[in-house]
């Protein structure tokens, strides 16, 4: 079975500066994706990044970057120059084979953003 | 088309009661999932269709939960006999399996059982 593990409930951080969340996983699969969604306050989940396994290059996408580190199987988030609209729940969550199948979300990471 | 819509946004109901969830997907989006969210955790996987083929439930959808998809377009999630552990989030999402594989989620229906 697949686990997705994010072990920071909280964490905060000042407006336009770097922050990271953390994520491992778990799983035996060889193929798989990776995602970060975000879920602002009482709005719905959005994607924010994905990652394809067999692509050793880290996604980024403007302000969002990953480091994806397959070996240890990690995949954290780094949001630069943050925003206070960057304040939300982040979910880490992994699929297998094409990306088409269930997701597997960790249980979240409460982001805000302080003027 | 402006995304994945659900309704009811809220429902209240008394423990014991029959509720119903509809479900719009993203136009052309062959797969549609359903998910729910418990307070301070992740969404957790229900069941999934390829157009109106239901192909995989979770142990989590118990006989009381059954969800359909009749013409491969919206989809309704019933809930019998409701309980006061089926609180909760309800979240849809849908994909397209050929040209994209994101999901994409609707606002969700959250439901509370006296």
């Known amino acids: 079975a697949q686990t997705v593990t994010q072990s920071q409930p909280e964490m905060s951080v000042q407006e336009a500066e770097t922050v990271t969340l953390s994520c491992t996983y778990d799983?035996?699969?060889?193929?798989?994706?990776l995602f970060w969604y975000k879920q602002p306050p009482s709005r719905q989940m959005i994607l924010v990044i994905r990652?394809?396994?067999?692509?050793?290059q880290n996604a980024t996408e403007n302000r969002f970057s990953v480091n994806f580190q397959k070996a240890a199987k990690s995949f954290s988030l780094k949001i630069s120059d943050s925003q206070l609209g960057d304040t939300a729940m982040y979910f880490c969550?992994?699929?297998?084979?094409?990306?088409?199948?269930?997701?597997?979300f960790g249980k979240g990471t409460r982001l805000s953003v302080i003027a | 088309d402006t995304g994945v819509s659900q309704d009811p946004r809220h429902k209240i109901t008394k423990r014991g009661q029959n509720v119903t969830f509809r479900c719009d997907p993203i136009?052309?989006?062959?797969?549609l999932y359903w998910y729910r969210q418990t307070l301070g955790q992740g969404p957790e996987f229900l069941t999934y269709?390829?157009?109106?083929?239901?192909?995989?439930k979770s142990r989590l959808l118990s006989d009381r939960f059954s969800a359909e998809r009749p013409k491969g377009s919206f989809s309704t999630l019933e809930i019998q006999r409701t309980e006061q552990g089926d609180s909760a989030m309800y979240l849809c999402?849908?994909?397209?399996?050929?040209?994209?594989?994101?999901?994409?989620f609707g606002p969700g229906t959250r439901l509370t059982v006296l």
């Open positions: 999402a849908s994909s397209a399996t050929i040209t994209e594989d994101t999901q994409y």
């Open positions: 799983t035996s699969e060889n193929n798989y994706y």
């Open positions: 990652q394809e396994a067999y692509k050793q």
């Open positions: 969550a992994f699929n297998k084979d094409s990306g088409n199948t269930p997701l597997v």
């Open positions: 136009s052309e989006h062959n797969r």
């Open positions: 269709f390829q157009n109106e083929a239901q192909l995989e």
